[in-house]
């Protein structure tokens, strides 16, 4: 298994372009979730999945679009990238009590 | 909004020393979670407490949960060099929602 994978894993934006971000896991699990990590912030909760074709808000969403058109799919959105959105973003995907984290992706927003 | 504070923000120590990370907060989780993460990485956690007054040992961290479920702690003894990378804790939200809320991490140095 190759569990959460994300795609890519760097880029570079200049300010007002658009971009997507993928997160995939073959372990069947129903809730996924995206976050953002900034130096001296943690890691902070963009949007998440309960379920194929459900989306939610998490702590920081404005700026970001969501869609989990399948069960094994997160792709995160970013319409008009800004230089506040320059962050590492995680992908993760939940059985129980445990997430389970991709490598991440590191971007940067010009 | 729940709140994880966690201290010392970076720590830096000779290998063989002994260290507590703490993690406070002034809301009650359902349980919390430590991870450590390593440079290029996610997050990988490394235990799950749920119980107040709950005591887990893995190896040479042990994991404490606060009577009131509102802190933790994690002491590492002797620690390694392998020791070393960020470690966060998070709280996870009550109500069915399993949210995390993480607190800004502790960056351990083991120096050889």
């Known amino acids: 298994n190759a569990g959460v994978t994300q795609t890519p894993k760097f880029r570079v934006l200049k300010t007002g372009q658009s971009m997507t971000l993928l997160c995939a896991q073959d372990?069947?699990?129903?809730?996924m979730y995206w976050y953002r990590q900034d130096p001296g912030m943690g890691l902070r909760l963009i949007h998440y999945?309960?379920?194929?074709?459900?989306?939610a808000k998490g702590e920081v969403p404005d700026g970001y679009n969501v869609s989990r058109l399948k069960k094994q799919n997160f792709l995160l959105g970013l319409e008009s990238a800004a230089p506040s959105q320059t962050s590492v973003y995680f992908c993760?995907?939940?059985?129980?009590?445990?997430?389970?984290f991709g490598p991440g992706t590191r971007l940067t927003v010009l | 909004t729940q709140l994880l504070e966690q201290s010392p923000q970076f720590l830096s120590i000779q290998e063989g020393e002994n260290l507590t990370v703490y993690c406070n907060s002034s809301?009650?989780?359902?349980?919390l979670q430590w991870y450590r993460q390593e440079p290029g990485e996610g997050p990988v956690l490394l235990v799950t407490?749920?119980?107040?007054?709950e005591v887990k040992k893995l190896k040479r961290l042990t994991f404490q949960f606060g009577d009131a479920r509102k802190d933790s702690s994690l002491h590492i003894t002797a620690a390694q060099p392998g020791d070393t990378g960020l470690y966060l804790c998070?709280?996870?939200?009550?109500?069915?929602?399993?949210?995390?809320?993480f607190g800004k991490g502790t960056k351990l140095s083991v120096i050889p």
């Open positions: 993760a995907s939940r059985t129980g009590l445990q997430q389970f």
């Open positions: 372990m069947n699990h129903e809730y």
């Open positions: 999945s309960v379920g194929e074709g459900t989306t």
């Open positions: 809301s009650v989780f359902s349980s």
């Open positions: 407490v749920v119980t107040g007054g």
């Open positions: 998070a709280g996870v939200g009550g109500a069915g929602s399993y949210q995390l809320t």
